[in-house]
């Protein structure tokens, strides 16, 4: 028997309604619509897109932080996207969530070492003396002192609320710890100090990282395979090398070309796009990238692209760059598309 | 060329909690008409302590501003307060990281614009408004003339800022100080915004402080740049300088420790850390302030300040081992 993937994630919607206008329909927030992919143990799967595309919506979800509207979330095989609260609790012990404000997700009256204790004393893992020895095991792990165990939030600094609220996810040796925009209110040079960490953390302990951040180039650094989402959908997922050196979906190129490059004799080469993100209250139809798109069709405009592979593991949602044809034509289609 | 700012010994210093907190201490530089100058370092350094300063919008009472600041020919240092408010706005505009705090939520963006247009004087309602129009187009916001009538909610984060250039460019500033102007934007908008600096000084002369956290940020835009740690400046050369040969083990450390995109090389590899933290204002170190941090530091820079010293044309740096110090 071939084991289940460790998060099945599969046409996972999130919508929000809104007040009726005075005349109109009811209108929705199309958070999330209908974002499917699969983890496997030990991996890091990167989700980026700019603000309002979903990805944190979807990473709350995962922990159920967020209810969803439809779709379901399999974790090791079991659909827990629907389950009670009572029925979710055991399934958190290998669901941990890392935000990117520690000092909002640590509560400030409480001492670090009773933080980090407390999953651990909910799910009744450990008490008294070997309770005391997780939790120092633990500061150690992620690279707190000891003499820090009595200290409150706001004696930390940035970075180290952030090893203190991975110490808090770690204590329940999770599978799969979502981290959302982790390093992201850090200063670069703590940022390293972060991301070393997570990294050292998953070849030890073989965990998994849904790891959400708008800084392609920390994903770029950390990721094993990589999600884009825009307005609601994944539009290109692939494994790392392949999404970072053979960018196919327009946006994702747009995303690449964007990001400004530290190195002034390698001046980003300006193919800007136009405009800004749409609303997701009315999502554009068809692809609802076309409206920023620099090589839309007609028919971008009134069909939307479905995710379809154009090599192992490597999707793309695109009429032009992974048509509905065989794979030959499809790789020449996408060389005169350029 | 002569400068259009120089900016010499700048010092900003509060009283806080009974502690001396010298938030800029002994900046200068300089910077010509038409010149982009980038002034980055993490959050607390002073960059935009120092900005303020120039401006003198830093409150009198708890701040001590001590410094000579000379911009286009006028001391700023003794200029009395309504000549500073004919600079700021006048001759410096300003933007800043969150343009909506910026904005009058309950203006229109057109009479905000023409009320500044309207500031000097010699400008008509109907000239500030063709003027406004003007200077929206400039920005590149789509049917100027429509948007005057919008509220600032209308527009989104992107165009707000565009709304926010076009005000500071309503008088014409020989100088724009944008403060960490697209770290709240998406990475497609911020390219946009930052091809709009660049395009609106070609075409406007102006010269530019772009002050921000980026490197990429500055290697992009900047002609010359200032790298700054707990309230000092700590090197300055040309971007092509500063990115290549980097000398202060901060800098390094900095350019180091970020991941780049597209270099297969650093995919998954460790990153080089910068270990501790940055000083605290109330503790500074009395020698180097990097010293703490440094791999490199030994006793004479725990001992005393590094000099300010010239390595190469144009190229300064403020470290005891920063000629000698080995490459990452």
Redesign the interface.
């Known amino acids: 028997m071939t084991e289940a993937p460790l998060l099945e994630v599969e046409n996972l919607v999130k919508h929000y309604a809104l007040s009726r206008g005075w005349f109109g329909a009811p209108r929705v927030v199309h958070a999330v619509d209908g974002v499917s992919f699969n983890m496997e143990r030990g991996e890091t799967l990167g989700l980026v897109g ?2 309002g595309c979903g990805k944190s919506t979807v990473a709350r979800c995962i922990v159920r932080l967020i209810e969803p509207t439809s779709g379901s979330i399999k974790v090791n095989g079991r659909d827990v996207a629907h389950l009670a609260e009572r029925d979710m609790r055991p399934m958190r012990r290998d669901l941990q969530i890392v935000f990117q404000d520690p000092f909002s997700s640590l509560n400030p009256r409480h001492r670090a070492g009773a933080i980090v204790a407390e999953p651990l004393v909910n799910f009744g893992l450990a008490e008294g003396a070997e309770l005391e020895r997780r939790v120092a095991e633990l500061f150690e792990r992620v690279g707190l002192r000891k003499d820090q165990l009595n200290n409150r939030p706001h004696e930390f ?1 940035g ?1 180290q609320r952030q090893r203190l609220g991975i110490a808090r996810a770690l204590a329940v040796n999770p599978a799969l710890i979502v981290c959302d925009e982790p390093v992201s209110a850090l ?7 972060v ?2 960490l997570l ?1 050292d953390l998953q070849r030890d302990l073989g965990l998994a990282y849904l790891f959400v951040a ?1 800084d ?3 994903v ?3 990721s094993h395979r990589v999600a884009v989402m825009y307005l609601g959908e994944i539009v290109e997922i692939a494994p ?2 392949d999404l ?2 053979a960018p196919q979906h327009p946006y994702t190129e ?12 390698n ?2 080469k ?1 193919r ?3 405009g ?2 749409p609303s997701p209250i009315s999502p554009p139809a068809g692809c609802r990238f076309h409206t920023r798109c620099p090589i839309a069709e007609a028919r971008c405009k009134l069909e939307a692209p479905r995710l379809r592979a154009i090599a192992p593991g490597h999707e793309v949602a695109c009429h032009l760059r992974a048509p509905r044809i065989s794979g030959k034509s499809a790789k020449l289609n996408a060389e005169t598309a350029r | 060329m002569s400068a259009l700012l120089e900016v010499a010994n700048l010092s900003t210093h509060f009283h806080s909690g009974g502690h001396l907190v010298r938030a800029v201490d002994g900046v200068s530089f300089t910077l010509d008409a038409g010149g982009v100058l980038g002034i980055v370092g993490e959050s607390g350094c002073g960059k935009s302590v120092a900005a303020m300063s120039i401006l003198r919008l830093i409150d009198g009472k708890p701040g001590v501003v001590a410094g000579d600041i000379q911009f286009d020919g006028q001391d700023l240092r003794v200029l009395d307060e309504s000549g500073m408010r004919k600079v700021r706005g006048g001759k410096i505009g300003m933007i800043f990281q969150e343009p909506m705090t910026s904005l009058n939520p309950v203006l229109t963006v057109g009479r905000q614009i023409t009320e500044a247009i309207r500031l000097d004087g010699s400008f008509s309602n109907a000239e500030a408004r063709d003027r406004a129009v003007e200077l929206l187009r400039l920005v590149r916001i789509a049917e100027a003339e429509k948007r005057l009538d919008d509220y600032p909610h209308h527009f989104s984060g992107g165009m707000r800022q565009r709304v926010m250039i076009a005000l500071a460019l309503s008088r014409s500033p020989k100088l724009l100080i944008a403060d960490e102007p697209t770290t709240a934007l998406d990475v497609t908008v911020q390219a946009q915004i930052l091809d709009l600096l660049l395009d609106l000084r070609d075409r406007l002369g102006m010269a530019i402080i772009l002050i921000t956290h980026d490197l990429g940020v500055v290697a992009e835009t900047c002609e010359r740049a200032l790298v700054m740690y707990a309230g000092r400046k700590i090197e300055e050369a040309s971007v092509a300088d500063l990115f290549a040969s980097p000398l202060h083990p901060y800098t390094r450390g900095l350019m180091n420790s970020v991941p780049r995109l597209g270099d297969e090389t650093s995919r998954r590899r460790r990153l080089l850390e910068i270990p501790g933290v940055v000083p605290s204002p109330a503790a500074m170190p009395s020698g180097c302030r990097f010293a703490p941090r440094c791999r490199l530091a030994e006793d004479r820079c725990r001992a005393a300040y590094p000099q300010w010293r010239a390595y190469g044309a144009g190229h300064f740096a403020a470290c005891w081992r920063a000629g000698e110090a080995p490459h990452d």
């Open positions: 700019e603000s600094s970075g200063d670069v040079s703590i940022q390293a100090q991301i070393n990294g708008h392609l180039a920390v770029e650094h950390i790392r090398d970072f050196d747009a995303l690449l070309a964007a990001v400004p490059s530290p190195d002034p004799r001046k980003r300006r800007l796009i136009e800004e993100v």
